[in-house]
């Protein structure tokens, strides 16, 4: 006898396996379909992101640091110039120096040359540390000789303030330690960024998932530590906000690096030589606050250009094109064009989610941000297009160059043509850098709207 065969089988072959019940979906993945793109960004980079920089050679790190001592050296000379300068020529002069050397403090010029000098002395020994030391003690012998250099020169900076105090008044001496203050509220109780200019990479990527580093060719890459460098993995979004959170940190420690190195160096090369000055000395006020001013933008320019090099802004624009950006919209919109936003979700161009009590629509070719983080919609109307970021610099140190060659017309005077004339040639080799960068960036981008439009 034949089994019964159920009346939903009738008619049908009975060694086919049913087909199983679906499965339930979650709320986010309902809200997700058909408008998102689930999980992960497989297809790589896209546009000016996609491109590989051409390697632009750029200045070491004890390079830097001698250019850098070099241009403070100089500011600072300039400066005792511009207080100091004397009448030689006149036929009945009673000096026949072009400078009054006998009202100069020299130990006043020891004490700053020992603050700006700190990191080019402490730059050689750590590459004389490199180049003789094994790799295992390398690290070891670093911080015990960092440690012994920093405890030497506050040793000299005591003993020298001791000597100052002794021809000067104490409010005077109050002057000397306004830095310090400074120092504690940008980095706090950290001594390791007195030394070092750049943040130490292994200690930013000491409690993150994501890592910062370099390759041989000195190109900057964030990636987790899961990721094969060479043919990185899938990246979901949570480890793109991930990114955007290590990038961000690591990019205010270079700020704040170029903040305290400018300020701090023309402090110590333009006000404190005006600080100690005799009281029955006149000198051009207009001047020497103008050079103040061209030391420190000087002197940032530098500072920006060695800190943020134009692969670390590549790398910067690489994670915004993976991070997009949501822009809130005002008014209701019906249910049926909206989803619930979703962590796990990359979201594509022109998607309409729901994320609290607002909606919000995608922008960029993929999106991993969250809706109404303004940290992180910051960082993609920062470095979105990275042309803006170079243009704006660009833009600041034209102008500077553009206002020294006009007070360079103007000058009059032996001594501010030759200071003019010195801190041109510096801020000559900045524009240089940035112009070179602009370049590139900017060709590389028309080369692919170029590929676009064909």
């Not at 100052?164 to 706090?188: C, D």
């Not at 949501?326 to 619930?340: D, P, V």
Request: charged share 15%; net charge positive.
């Amino acid at each position: 006898m034949r089994p019964r065969v159920p009346a939903n089988r009738r008619g049908k072959n009975p060694s086919v396996v049913p087909p199983a019940p679906p499965v339930q979906r979650s709320q986010s993945e309902e809200a997700s379909s058909p408008f998102t793109t689930m999980t992960n960004i497989s297809s790589g980079y896209t546009g000016l992101a996609a491109r590989v920089l051409p390697l632009m050679p750029m200045d070491g790190p004890l390079a830097f640091e001698i250019v850098m001592f070099a241009f403070i050296s100089v500011s600072l000379l300039l400066q005792y110039l511009h207080l100091y300068r004397s009448v030689w020529w006149l036929p009945h002069s009673y000096n026949n120096n072009t400078v009054n050397f006998y009202l100069i403090d020299p130990i006043l010029i020891v004490f700053s040359i020992c603050i700006l000098s700190r990191r080019v002395i402490w730059t050689l020994i750590k590459k004389l540390i490199s180049k003789t030391m094994p790799s295992n003690w390398a690290q070891s012998c670093i911080i015990i000789f960092r440690s012994l250099l920093t405890f030497n020169i506050i040793v000299g900076l005591l003993y020298t303030a001791y000597v100052i105090v002794q021809k000067h008044h104490l409010v005077n001496i109050l002057y000397l330690a306004y830095p310090v203050s400074l120092y504690f509220v940008l980095f706090g109780l950290v001594g390791e960024p007195f030394l070092e200019l750049l943040p130490d990479l292994s200690d930013t990527n000491a409690n993150s998932r994501v890592k910062i580093f370099q390759d041989s060719n000195g190109v900057y890459h964030c990636s987790t530590y899961m990721s094969n460098y060479a043919n990185p993995m899938p990246i979901n979004p949570e480890t793109v906000r991930l990114e955007v959170q290590a990038l961000k940190s690591d990019f205010n420690s270079r700020l704040k690096q170029i903040m305290f190195n400018a300020i701090v160096s023309t402090y110590y090369a333009t006000f404190i030589p005006c600080v100690f000055v005799p009281n029955a000395l006149s000198y051009e006020t207009p001047w020497v606050f103008r050079h103040g001013v061209l030391v420190l933008f000087g002197s940032g320019a530098l500072y920006t250009i060695q800190i943020f090099p134009s692969t670390y802004i590549h790398m910067l624009h690489r994670t915004a094109v993976k991070l997009g950006q949501w822009t809130k919209i005002e008014g209701r919109i019906s249910h049926a064009f909206y989803s619930q936003w979703s962590s796990n979700t990359v979201w594509p161009i022109n998607s309409f989610v729901r994320h609290g009590k607002d909606l919000y629509k995608s922008e960029g070719a993929h999106n991993c941000a969250e809706p109404g983080n303004a940290t992180q919609s910051r960082f993609y109307s920062l470095f979105c297009d990275p042309l803006s970021v170079i243009g704006v610099l660009l833009m600041v140190h034209t102008g500077l160059v553009l206002a020294q060659h006009m007070s360079l017309a103007w000058s009059t005077q032996w001594y501010q043509l030759i200071s003019e004339a010195i801190l041109l040639f510096t801020n000559y080799y900045s524009l240089f850098k940035i112009v070179r960068d602009y370049i590139v960036f900017s060709r590389l981008s028309y080369t692919d709207k170029e590929g676009k439009e064909n």
